[in-house]
Structures are given as structure tokens and as C-alpha cells.
């Protein structure tokens, strides 16, 4: 299917071409074959239906995942991601969780979120570490969480207020074992 969005366009995020914003939906250029999108901060990312994972729009820490931080206004492959079953769109980072359960993240990585166990950002998607039963992922403000197989949901990234449920203030960078599980 093809991707129709609209609204604030001031670098790409609409994917037609154009940093012009725009009060009616407008097609994303080149997406035909779209099976889910998720719009983020500023960037947008789709799944496609070949489990490709494209994206587009603000990219100043990477969040399009195509080893840049030049803004893209039509979508873009996110590094060569083949076998994703779920995409998600944060602030100013992605992430997709993959066939395998892995997951990858990509972009801002100011308190954890990408999962690779620094504060590093990255433009390209890197992979989550101690994940590897996840049938979903979301990307938040600068939370990640994830949905195992079991249908246990845990969550990283920023615990400025408690928000992991840790019984702590403490970001945290990885999953381990001090992650309550919650379902």
C-alpha cells in the first residue's frame, strides 16, 4: 500500500519530495508496498511488505539509519534491514524488531535507548543486546520497550521518573536482569 501523509514538512518528513508543509495528505514518493508507518519527531519510518524498513525526514543523529545525518525527504533505506515484523519511530531514533526476535535501533542515544549498552548515537541500525525472542518493539520520547515472545514487556532508556518501574531513577542502557518483566 501506498503511504499518504500531511502536515508539518520543514525537513522531509513528509516523503514527497518537498519540505513544503501540507494541509492535505500527500503520497510518499517510491512506497508502494507499505504494511505499516510510524511517524516520529520529525522523521518517518515504513516497514514495506519485503520486510524492508525505509524512513525519512529529520536526521541530525541518524534516525533515517542510511549512515548520515543529511535530512532525506523521500524514503531512504534504513541500513539493510530485510526481515523486519515490526517498526517504530521515536524521538529522533527507530528501531525494528526483526524475524529472528532481534531488534535494532538507530539514531539519538542520549540516555540508552538504541540498546547497544552506550550513549553513543548511531546512523546506521545497530543491534539491541540480550534481545532475541522480541515480537515488537516501541520507540518513545527516550524509552524503548519491548514485547517477548512470552508476551513479557520490558523497557530501557530514560528512568528520570521512574518510568521503567525498577524501583529506581536510574537510566538503563541494557537488558538484564535488573528489568522488571511486566505481563
Known amino acids: 500500500s501506498s503511504v499518504m501523509c500531511w502536515g508539518r514538512n520543514s525537513y522531509g518528513q513528509l516523503g514527497n519530495g518537498a519540505n513544503a508543509s501540507a494541509s492535505a495528505p500527500v503520497t510518499a514518493i517510491g512506497l508502494t508496498d507499505a504494511v505499516q508507518v510510524d511517524a516520529g519527531e520529525n522523521h518517518t519510518c515504513a516497514r514495506r511488505a519485503t520486510g524492508a524498513v525505509v524512513c525519512w525526514g529529520y536526521n541530525l543523529y541518524g534516525q533515517v539509519g542510511n549512515n548520515t545525518t543529511a535530512n532525506r525527504n523521500l524514503p ?3 541500513g539493510v534491514i530485510d526481515n523486519a515484523v515490526w517498526v517504530t519511530s521515536g524521538y529522533n531514533y527507530s ?3 526483526r524475524t529472528t526476535g532481534a ?33 515488537q518493539v516501541h520507540a518513545g520520547y527516550a524509552l524503548t520497550c519491548i514485547r517477548r515472545a512470552s508476551g513479557a514487556v520490558q523497557c530501557i532508556g530514560y528512568n528520570g521518573y521512574g518510568s521503567l518501574g525498577d ?17
Open 76 to 78: 531512504t533505506a534504513a
Open 167 to 183: 524501583g529506581s531513577f536510574t537510566n538503563r542502557r541494557l537488558f538484564d536482569n535488573r528489568l522488571p518483566v511486566f505481563g
Open 103 to 135: 531488534v535494532v535501533c538507530w539514531g539519538y542515544n542520549n540516555y540508552g535507548q538504541v540498546g547497544d549498552n552506550t550513549t553513543t548515537n548511531r546512523s546506521v541500525p545497530v543491534s539491541v543486546l540480550n534481545v532475541s525472542d522480541a515480537v
Open 95 to 97: 528501531c525494528a524488531a
